[in-house]
């Protein structure tokens, strides 16, 4: 039986306020967010208002999610020197990171005042990485340590993730939630995109025209039920589990089916049906095209109960804090079971026919929801939706198909292919091996990402058309400057109007992955993790999670790294050595089961994994560690086992168990 997991903390960050208390008083109140922008010039754009956060100094990821961090463990009542420090650790979501230091540093290779080389020595500090390892060094934990980038799902994939390791015993306490800091890149982009609104957010509504970007963090403590029993912890709510899967559509355009997969995964996963869902926290932007999309899936899962359902945004409060918006939206839905009060939907007015649900509009709503449904989509079409029960409520539910004795074949993890593309030209290499696929708008991670993907596949000996829901990446990606540099070229020279809306979605880290699965059309998810094992480590692991806890599928695992080719008309104009470098690899990863019903060659088995974290290693980054890839590839010559221990870059330790030729 998985492990059932709690909340027991909660510490926010929001441009409604920095507590727990003041953030919720201004949902239950209807309070606007919104304000003129302080932090940068919003002339020529088609708005100034946007949700920042106020009266919080410094203004950065890590002080927000520091900040958020001890809130939540005061919270929670927990002294963190009476918690094992190996059974702690944190889990991020986030779409931009510590963007406002990368961009001061972009800026100033974009003017020419620095050299390619030493701009990718001085942001490094501030990749995404870094956020989690700064709250891993400041509370000494030492358990499992992630940053997920899946842009504006983020926050709920890194819960998705907490969920893991708790309910596999691979940890106690875990911080989770999302951060994200304001910056003129998501405003400008999507400015450029046509998706911002001009004043207010008014998701559902007749006459709504868009988003507003926000910023914020919300961080909750998640706790083993029994643990958090014994020390008599007030719990705010039962984790039932998650749901997620992958559009592999398109970049930017969201898919009702792809949502409703998650929706629908998220019920049977947590052994729910539509007849016990009380509530349903919306992703809810306010864009047209993603209200109607929402509002579609949600009626193809709920079906008639759908209209029976509240459904509420309080984007329409706090605007798009984009990979902190599901966490800041998870942290609402426990006081909302813990208060018995709906926050409302905000600036609603009906009329839209294809937004015909109950959107709780205007004002809030005291009632007593015993299970609450949050929903989170991003660009890419990265879907994540997690469930929650008021404490006691629910049963203790059986996952997947992997816990009885006679299921211990579907439990046990293989890698079946490996893909490796590392030759000077990517986006060739990329058009060589896939010469009937749509490949425009390719930038170099992405290219590496397909064709490491494709060498994998064929590997494996697997068609990926045949995959569908039960296909999915992840990949662990450091590359998003190959098109960040450009996108502040045309920013810097020619203003909001000169930037090319199809970079926007490029310059998510997320990217590379997303276009895999959009490639290759991967359902079931796709997910990226923020550069930290460039080796692909932490998504073979990863991935031998979700396989473990589902008992099938078939997952890409690997890694790409791209340093950018400066971009014309950027910088000095001296090359660099580094420009150039780049490469990615893949691995297939599937169920032994699954693998023997296609007589599949198995390469080795992942037999066990830890994983760990180092307060004090040095941050350090380093290039891609090839001896995972070698071990795999003397298998078939060298049976037996073999134990691998990697460091990752911000401090993050992984031990793999393998069993060879097996």
């Not at 998501?186 to 007749?206: H, I």
């Not at 997910?527 to 078939?554: K, M, N, Q, Y």
Request: with cysteine.
């Amino acid at each position: 039986m998985r492990r059932r997991v709690v909340v027991t903390g909660l510490g926010v960050v929001s441009a409604l306020g920095n507590s727990k208390e003041t953030f919720w008083r201004g949902l239950v109140s209807g309070d606007s967010g919104f304000s003129k922008v302080r932090s940068f010039s919003t002339k020529g754009w088609r708005t100034e208002v946007g949700a920042e956060v106020r009266g919080f100094s410094p203004r950065n990821a890590k002080a927000f999610a520091l900040h958020a961090s001890r809130e939540a463990l005061k919270d929670a009542g927990l002294d963190v020197r009476a918690v094992a420090p190996s059974r702690a650790g944190v889990a991020l979501g986030t779409t931009t990171g510590e963007f406002l230091r990368i961009e001061t540093e972009i800026l100033h290779y974009i003017k020419g005042r620095r050299t390619l080389a030493r701009t990718l020595k001085a942001v490094f500090p501030h990749y995404p990485g870094s956020i989690s390892a700064a709250i891993g060094r400041r509370f000494g934990f030492r358990g499992p340590h992630r940053v997920l980038t899946t842009a504006c799902s983020a926050g709920n994939a890194a819960i998705a993730f907490a969920i893991e390791k708790i309910a596999g015993d691979q940890a106690d306490l875990m911080l989770a939630g999302g951060v994200d800091v304001f910056s003129d890149l998501c405003f400008a982009g999507f400015n450029r995109l046509l998706a911002v609104a001009p004043e207010v957010c008014a998701p559902f509504s007749k006459d709504r025209k868009g988003l507003i970007p926000g910023e914020g963090c919300a961080v909750l403590a998640l706790e083993e039920l029994e643990s958090a029993r014994k020390r008599d912890a007030r719990i705010y709510a039962e984790l039932l589990g998650y749901g997620v899967s992958s559009d592999a559509l398109h970049p930017t355009v969201p898919d009702a089916g792809g949502i409703a997969r998650a929706i629908a995964g998220c019920l049977a996963g947590c052994g729910l049906s539509p007849a016990e869902v009380d509530y349903i926290s919306a992703h809810g932007t306010g864009t047209d095209l993603n209200d109607r999309v929402e509002t579609a899936a949600i009626r193809a899962v709920l079906g008639d109960r759908a209209a029976l359902v509240p459904v509420s945004s309080i984007k329409s409060m706090l605007g798009h804090a984009m990979g902190a918006a599901s966490a800041l939206e998870a942290a609402a839905c426990c006081l909302s079971i813990e208060r018995g009060v709906l926050p409302p939907t905000m600036n609603h007015v009906p009329g839209d026919p294809e937004c015909d649900l109950d959107y709780v509009p205007n004002k809030a709503r005291k009632t007593d929801p015993k299970v609450i449904v949050s929903n989170a989509f991003a660009f890419g079409g990265s879907n994540a939706v997690i469930a929650l029960a008021k404490p006691g409520a629910r049963p203790a539910v059986k996952a997947g198909g992997t816990e009885d004795a006679l299921d211990v074949e579907r439990a046990r993890v293989v890698v079946t292919g490996l893909g490796r593309a590392d030759e000077p030209d990517p986006l060739a290499l990329a058009e060589a091996l896939l010469p009937d696929t749509d490949l425009r708008y390719l930038d170099r991670p992405m290219a590496y990402a397909l064709a490491a993907a494709k060498r994998a596949f064929d590997d494996a000996g697997l068609d990926p058309g045949l995959l569908g829901d039960d296909g999915g990446v992840i990949l662990d990606a450091s590359g998003e400057l190959d098109s960040l540099l450009p996108f502040y070229r045309d920013l810097d020279l020619s203003g909001p109007l000169g930037v090319e809306p199809r970079l926007f979605p490029n310059v998510l880290n997320s990217a590379a992955a997303n276009r895999v699965a959009i490639v290759f059309g991967l359902r079931a998810l796709s997910w990226t993790i923020a550069g930290s094992h460039p080796g692909g480590e932490s998504a073979l692991v990863c991935a031998a999670d979700f396989l473990r806890r589902a008992g099938r599928g078939v997952f890409l695992a690997g890694s790409v790294q791209a340093d950018p080719v400066p971009p014309a008309g950027a910088g000095d104009g001296r090359p660099s050595s580094a420009a150039a470098s780049g490469s990615a690899f893949m691995m297939v990863v599937e169920t032994l089961a699954g693998a023997g019903r296609r007589s599949a060659r198995v390469i080795a088995e992942l037999e066990g994994y830890e994983e760990g974290f180092d307060p004090k290693a040095r941050f350090r980054r380093t290039g891609r560690d090839p001896r995972l890839e070698d071990a795999f590839r003397r298998s078939p010559g060298k049976p037996g086992r073999a134990e691998l221990s990697f460091d990752g870059w911000w401090g993050g330790k992984i031990k793999l168990k393998l069993g060879r030729s097996c």
